[in-house]
């Protein structure tokens, strides 16, 4: 018997358990037919009683690789009677879906967490092993296709907010955390430090990196900061904040080269003209305090940048790691 929740007392305890142990699980519910309502894949009400003085209302459920889980409620009794009965294997490692469920933030996260809690990556590999293939590699390059979407939703992306002195890059980051995390202000240069948090944007999470501007360094440590901050955005998506009431410069034109999305700040205030061939995603307001709007706007050119879908279920099993991706390829890859 493996315990899958925390021990402790608790409000439920789950239990699973291994094929070899169902048959004396079964001599310990009540209706007897529990299990094989559970087998046929409806979960099923009994009274679990390990001893006299150990019963409790549970539910059965069946998984998909075959293994039987107990849904009691965590009370001493019950556990220390089915340690005895069965004693406690050690747990087996979580895998992504499972990893994803315990860490998510934002809601498409966890709904894609739930999504793929309901395929078994590892039967659904043995599967596809299984199957001839031609017909494998059909079904492993949608699944690629599906996990491209999952990775990015499961696994946060770096976003690094660049561009002149005084752009209003900290503004923005401030107001898409919704909080004053970073210091901002008129003075040029205030930035110095990188400073990274976790956000969802658009429904996809991010680690939103704040960046020292680029221009004048007047002393030393200004110029640190600049030199710590081209080597600290190379990986990622770098997002290019120029000043909308000033316009792009020179310099900017050489940041837009290599960023993923260009945006107007200070959308609030008089637009400068804009050259046609800067692109530009559009004009945002950080210092008006509207997060929600902004958090959708500047996530959805983000996302418009990567080719990604809107946030949510991918519709079949999918990679959310490294890992799963690489024994994903390699069911094709092996068989050449
Ligand atoms: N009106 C208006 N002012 C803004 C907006 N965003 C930033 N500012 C102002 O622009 C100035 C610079 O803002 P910061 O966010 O500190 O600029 P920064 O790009 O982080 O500057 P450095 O850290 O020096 O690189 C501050 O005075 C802000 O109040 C905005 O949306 N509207
Ligand atoms: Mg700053």
């Given at each position: 018997?493996?315990?899958?929740?925390?021990?402790?007392?608790?409000?439920?305890?789950?239990?699973?358990?291994?094929?070899?142990?169902?048959?004396?699980?079964?001599?310990?519910?009540?209706?007897?037919?529990?299990?094989?309502?559970?087998?046929?894949?409806?979960?099923?009400?009994?009274?679990?009683?390990?001893?006299?003085?150990?019963c409790?209302?549970?539910?059965?459920?069946?998984?998909?690789?075959?293994a039987?889980?107990?849904?009691?409620?965590?009370?001493?009794?019950?556990?220390?009677?089915?340690?005895?009965?069965?004693?406690?294997?050690?747990?087996?490692?979580?895998?992504?879906?499972?990893?994803?469920a315990r860490?998510?933030?934002?809601?498409?996260?966890?709904?894609?967490?739930?999504?793929?809690?309901g395929?078994?990556?590892?039967?659904?590999?043995?599967?596809?092993?299984?199957?001839?293939?031609?017909?494998?590699?059909?079904?492993?390059?949608?699944?690629?296709?599906?996990s491209?979407?999952?990775?990015?939703?499961?696994?946060?992306a770096p976003?690094?907010?660049?561009?002149?002195?005084?752009a209003?890059?900290?503004?923005?980051?401030?107001?898409?955390?919704?909080?004053?995390?970073?210091?901002?202000g008129?003075?040029?240069?205030?930035?110095?430090?990188?400073?990274?948090?976790?956000?969802?944007?658009?429904?996809?999470?991010?680690?939103l990196?704040?960046h020292?501007?680029?221009g004048?360094?007047?002393?030393?440590?200004?110029?640190?900061?600049?030199?710590?901050?081209?080597?600290?955005?190379?990986?990622?998506?770098?997002?290019?904040?120029?000043?909308?009431?000033r316009?792009?410069?020179?310099?900017?034109?050489?940041?837009?080269?290599?960023a993923?999305?260009?945006?107007?700040?200070?959308?609030?205030?008089?637009?400068a003209?804009?050259?046609?061939d800067?692109p530009?995603?559009?004009?945002?307001a950080?210092?008006?305090g509207?997060?929600?709007?902004?958090?959708?706007?500047?996530?959805?050119w983000?996302?418009?940048?990567?080719g990604?879908?809107?946030?949510?279920?991918?519709g079949?099993?999918?990679?959310?790691?490294?890992?799963e991706?690489?024994?994903?390829?390699?069911?094709?890859?092996?068989?050449?």
């Open positions: 018997m493996e315990r899958l929740t925390p021990g402790g007392v608790a409000g439920v305890a789950v239990y699973r358990f291994a094929a070899h142990e169902t048959a004396v699980l079964a001599a310990s519910l009540a209706p007897a037919s529990a299990l094989a309502t559970a087998a046929a894949g409806r979960p099923a009400r009994a009274t679990w009683r390990l001893a006299d003085d150990a409790d209302d549970v539910l059965v459920v069946a998984r998909a690789d075959g039987i889980e107990v849904h009691a409620h965590g009370g001493l009794a019950i556990e220390a009677a089915a340690l005895a009965t069965f004693g406690l294997t050690a747990p087996s490692p979580p895998n992504a879906a499972m990893r994803l860490t998510a933030i934002g809601r498409a996260q966890l709904e894609l967490a739930i999504e793929q809690l395929h078994d990556f590892a039967a659904e590999l043995a599967r596809l092993a299984e199957s001839p293939l031609p017909a494998r590699r059909v079904a492993v390059a949608a699944a690629l296709a599906r491209q979407v999952a990775v990015a939703l499961a696994v946060p976003v690094h907010l660049i561009g002149r002195q005084n209003g890059k900290s503004t923005l980051f401030n107001a898409l955390l919704g909080r004053e995390r970073a210091l901002a008129p003075t040029a240069g205030l930035t110095r430090d990188v400073v990274a948090e976790s956000v969802v944007l658009d429904g996809y999470p991010y680690v990196h704040d020292a501007g680029e004048l360094a007047d002393d030393a440590a200004d110029a640190a900061a600049i030199a710590r901050s081209r080597a600290a955005r190379r990986d990622g998506l770098r997002l290019l904040v120029v000043d909308g009431m316009g792009p410069d020179a310099a900017d034109r050489l940041l837009a080269a290599d993923a999305v260009v945006v107007a700040s200070k959308g609030d205030g008089p637009a003209r804009w050259p046609a800067v530009c995603a559009g004009r945002c950080a210092a008006s509207v997060v929600a709007g902004l958090q959708q706007s500047i996530g959805g983000l996302r418009a940048a990567r990604l879908p809107p946030a949510g279920r991918v079949g099993f999918a990679a959310l790691d490294d890992r991706l690489a024994a994903l390829r390699a069911l094709v890859v092996a068989a050449g």
